[in-house]
C-alpha cells in the first residue's frame, strides 16, 4: 500500500503542518544558526562555503556536501564580474525569502501557484563605503514586486498572503530592523 502525499506547490503539507505542531509544542526546536564562510581569492573576487547548521542545539549534517558561492564586483567597482558582488546577494536573498514564503504559505491555505516570481532592487550609494560623504555604506531604499498566477485564489486572497509574508520573512525583518552583527578579528 502506497501512501499518497499532501502537496501543494511542491510543498508537503503534512510535513508543514506537522513542524509547526511540534514546534508549537517544544519551542527548542524554533531554534536554528546557519554559517557562511567567505574565502579571499583575488582583488574582489571571493568564493563562499554554505555547509551545515545547528538545529535545536544540535548540527544538522543532511547537506554531504557544503553549497558553493562565488562573489565579485562589476569591472566599475574594480572587480572581474566572475559572480555578483554582496548587495546583490543581498537582495536575491530577499527575493528567495519571500518566495519560500508564500509558496509553503499558499501551500497551508490550499492555494495552487501555477507561476510566481519575485525581483527586488535597491538604490545604494558607494561614497560611503570609499570613505567619503554620503547617505550610508548600505541600501538607502529596497523595493520587491512580486507577480503570482494562481488556478484557485482570488486576488484578494493573494494580496493578503503577500502582507503575510512580508510580515513574517526573516530576511525582511533583518533588513527592516536593527540587528546586533559582533564582528571579530584573528590574526595570523
Known sequence: MTTKVNT???????QLVETAKAIEQDPTLS?????????????TYNTGEIGSFRHAGQEDESRDDPFRL????????????????AVELLL????FCYAVGF???????????DSMEYEV????DVRPFLGMEGARPGFTAIRAKGRVSSPNATQEQLEELCQYVQETSPVRDTLA????VITGLEVL
Do not use: H, M
Open 31 to 43: 531554534s536554528f544558526t546557519f554559517r557562511a564562510k567567505s574565502t579571499w581569492q583575488d582583488g
Open 121 to 124: 532592487e535597491g538604490d545604494f
Open 103 to 113: 509558496a509553503a504559505n499558499a501551500a497551508a491555505r490550499g492555494i495552487e501557484i
Open 8 to 14: 501543494k506547490n511542491g510543498i508537503d503539507v503534512d
Open 177 to 180: 530592523n536593527e540587528v546586533p
Open 92 to 95: 536575491q536573498g530577499l527575493a
Open 70 to 85: 562565488v562573489g565579485d564586483e562589476p569591472p566599475v567597482l574594480l572587480g572581474t564580474n566572475q559572480g555578483p558582488n
